[in-house]
């Protein structure tokens, strides 16, 4: 299915990790125009054009109630990969991904708090016994010690939020949001996308896929190592992964509690992995890497947190020291 693709394929563009905090300079004579035409006014032309083919979306934001709608800017779309691109061209498709953009309810930005869920007009197929899909909302420091903030909507940078509009509320966005239509949390993603097979054996070898089957209330952030990135291991690499503690705490170092999309980046950040070690993020002109480890993929969004593709796989700490201590 095309949204299956472009679900797992979107390339991150490096660009959208620039710094982007909450402006609330905007004030737009909007309070008795609906969501569609309020869009016109604040110049997103892109989104108008999208919603403009889909008319079952143009009827919701001209004529239905008390939605807060995700609205990405011009540049959001014109930097989406070719491949989301290209799924977009499907009539279904697009209506899901700008459903996704459509939170039930009003929210405004002062109401913003860590992981908040908001349910999306988005309803994953099959229609009968699956949810609602949700928004995320996060709040990340700026840079370290920083006082500022930036907030993001399912990883996407919330730039200029609270559009007041007669049948609900805009928030401009600096990013496409892309929902995934199999409802599944992060164990049951890497169940399903033959990039993570491995990955996947080796979780229910030590019992730990239940590790990453949390509710949506308690998400887990995996930088998930591809079937390639276990192949570049050496043999002595791969002998030492049969020991089931050090397999254990292999896996572990891949993830940390909360929900960190790329837009919460920066040079030198740190996290805390699931086994307490210090997992340390670097922004360079090579890419993003974390334990310098190069990341190729980011944010894509599960019920229960977000996986990032890892090219390599993370050695626990002490495993790597004592192997650069040998003499060989």
Not at 53 to 67: A, C, D, E, R
Not at 116 to 140: C, H, T
Not at 276 to 295: D, N, P, W, Y
Request: proline share 5%.
């Amino acid at each position: 299915m095309a949204f299956t693709k472009l679900s797992i394929v979107h390339v991150f563009i490096i660009g959208s990790l620039q710094l982007t905090m909450l402006s609330f300079g905007g004030v737009v004579d909007a309070d008795d125009k609906n969501i569609y035409d309020t869009a016109k006014v604040l110049g997103a032309t892109e989104f108008v054009t999208y919603v403009d083919k889909t008319p079952v979306v143009k009827k919701l934001l001209t004529t239905g109630s008390n939605f807060t709608v995700f609205v990405p800017d011009n540049e959001a779309f014109k930097t989406m990969s070719k491949e989301a691109k290209k799924a977009m061209e499907d009539p279904k498709v697009l209506q899901w991904v700008l459903q996704y953009h459509m939170g039930i309810g009003i929210v405004h930005a002062r109401e913003y708090a860590q992981d908040l869920l908001i349910p999306s007009v988005f309803q994953p197929p099959p229609q009968e016994g699956v949810s609602l899909q949700n928004i995320r909302i996060n709040i990340y420091e700026a840079f370290r010690g920083g006082h500022r903030k930036v907030y993001t909507a399912s990883g996407a940078p919330v730039f200029k939020p609270d559009y007041q509009c007669s049948n609900g509320l805009i928030h401009i966005v600096k990013k496409v949001m892309y929902p995934l239509p199999t409802d599944n949390n992060i164990a049951e993603f890497l169940g399903v996308d033959p990039r993570f097979s491995m990955l996947n054996q080796l979780l229910q070898k030590v019992n730990l896929t239940s590790v990453f089957a949390t509710e949506p209330s308690k998400p887990l952030t995996l930088f998930a190592p591809t079937d390639a990135a276990f192949n570049k291991l050496t043999d002595a690499e791969k002998k030492k992964l049969n020991d089931t503690k050090y397999l254990n705490d292999t896996l572990k170092t891949h993830a940390v509690e909360g929900a960190f999309y790329a837009a919460s980046f920066y040079d030198f950040k740190e996290l805390t992995s699931l086994t307490g070690s210090t997992l340390v993020v670097e922004m360079g002109a090579g890419g993003v890497t974390i334990q310098e480890k190069l990341l190729s993929g980011f944010d894509i969004t599960l019920t229960n947190g977000v996986v990032h593709v890892l090219s390599e796989v993370i050695l626990p700490r002490k495993a790597e020291a004592d192997d650069a201590n040998r003499p060989y």
